[in-house]
């Protein structure tokens, strides 16, 4: 990371940024091409200090069949912030909040993981705990991003001087 002064390292901070985040974009290779698509997620910090994000399609589509190829991702999520637009336009921009990361998808085909992938999913979209059932499972396709490679960055507003 260039700005070393934006980065953020520690697990609690970047959990931060993933607790307002509800959409993360998932960017994949299609036949050489970059392919990326915004979607829900839920997330889990195992014991391991693996980040996981739990999302959920339809069972066929583009990305099912990219996934099948080759489970390799890169997912980002952002918080924006207030635009900053002072006289020099050269140094205009926002504050910000933005975790990145690199990782592999795994397809969960196991009914009792595939509900509580869900549960973790619905949870973090609405704060709602929800059980759901090997039937309601069945009806999605579910997937994890498993992750050791991420990290934040934050351009914060400023304090008070």
């Given at each position: 990371m260039r700005r070393k002064d934006r980065e953020i390292k520690d697990r609690?901070?970047?959990?931060e940024i993933i607790l307002q985040c509800r959409t993360c974009h998932v960017a994949m290779v299609d036949n050489g091409m970059p392919y990326?698509?915004?979607?829900?997620?839920?997330?889990?910090?195992?014991?391991?200090?693996?980040?996981?994000?739990?999302l959920h399609s339809a069972h066929e589509g583009r990305k099912i069949e990219i996934l099948g190829?080759?489970?390799?991702?890169c997912f980002e999520m952002m918080v924006e912030g207030e635009s900053v637009f002072p006289d020099n336009p050269c140094v205009s921009g926002y504050y910000?909040?933005?975790?990145?990361?690199y990782g592999e998808a795994v397809?969960?085909?196991d009914a009792a993981e595939k509900c509580e992938a869900l549960s973790v999913l619905f949870r973090h979209q609405t704060g709602r705990d929800v059980a759901f059932t090997d039937k309601e499972a069945e009806?999605?396709?579910?997937?994890?991003?498993?992750?050791?490679?991420?990290?934040?960055?934050?351009?914060?507003?400023?304090?008070?001087?």
């Open positions: 609690s901070e970047i959990e990326v698509i915004p979607m829900s997620f839920g997330y889990r910090f195992p014991s391991d200090g693996t980040l996981e994000l739990y190829k080759s489970n390799k991702v910000f909040a933005s975790v990145i990361g397809f969960i085909r009806t999605v396709c579910v997937f994890k991003i498993v992750s050791t490679d991420f990290t934040g960055k934050k351009k914060p507003r400023p304090g008070p001087q």
